[in-house]
């Protein structure tokens, strides 16, 4: 079945210590989102990717990062994991521009822990 | 900006019974797009109901159904036939046409009791 598979389901990192989340899409979809989500908080998007072309959202800190090497695979990294970055990560994937429903499809998520 | 409201942290519905989930939104925008996420205990979100917002008729899928009141701002999700399965956070989104990202409320949790 066609699906958005995040890796690994659950990260332990130690502060400081960088740390990058991967996922993949078999999908073919050309959208591409990062979100984070504190626990019982809503998902926040850190990041799109709409083919290369990558659209950060204005309160991301730095600290956050991103990469998109092929259609299939995007990559969320973290420089310098702090406590307060413990948080599900969730990415997601959507096929058409804005004008429609554009329909988000989400992996299981990487709950990240930082000691 | 856009805000997204769900003022209800937690509800419980007996099985086979019908619960409404409620949601608000703030916007300035006429365009847009509303949607109701369901995230079931370390699965996936996945999708469970969208209208567009120029659509007069609200949207039914299945059991699940919306009262989408544009003046007012409101957005809700009525889940007839309650099913054990349907317990669940269930997450409220609004999207303004011409932008990608979603903008989602703070998520009721429902417990379906048997």
């Known amino acids: 079945d066609a699906m958005v598979i995040q890796n690994p389901r659950y990260q332990v990192t130690q502060f400081g210590k960088p740390v990058t989340l991967s996922c993949s899409q078999t999908l073919n979809h050309n959208v591409m989102y990062w979100y984070q989500q504190k626990s019982s908080q809503a998902p926040k998007l850190l990041f799109h990717y709409y083919d290369k072309d990558f659209n950060n959202e204005a309160d991301t800190p730095d600290n956050f990062q991103s990469r998109r090497p092929n259609t299939s695979f995007c990559f969320l990294d973290i420089r310098s994991p702090g406590l307060g970055d413990a948080a599900m990560y969730l990415c997601a994937t959507s096929r058409v521009p804005a004008d429609s429903y554009n329909e988000q499809f989400f992996g299981p998520g990487t709950r990240l822990t930082v000691l | 900006a856009q805000t997204v409201t769900q003022s209800q942290p937690e509800m419980s519905v007996q099985e086979a019974e019908t619960v409404t989930l409620s949601c608000t939104y703030d916007t300035s925008e006429s365009d847009y797009y509303l949607f109701w996420y369901k995230q079931p205990p370390s699965r996936q979100m996945i999708l469970v109901i969208r209208q567009e917002a120029y659509k007069q008729q609200n949207a039914t899928e299945n059991r699940f159904s919306v009262n989408f009141q544009k003046a007012a701002k409101s957005f809700s999700l009525k889940i007839s036939d309650s099913q054990l399965g349907d317990a669940a956070m269930y997450f409220c989104?609004?999207?303004?046409?011409?932008?990608?990202?979603?903008?989602f409320g703070s998520g009721t949790r429902l417990q379906v009791q048997p």
């Open positions: 989104a609004y999207r303004f046409k011409g932008r990608r990202a979603l903008t």
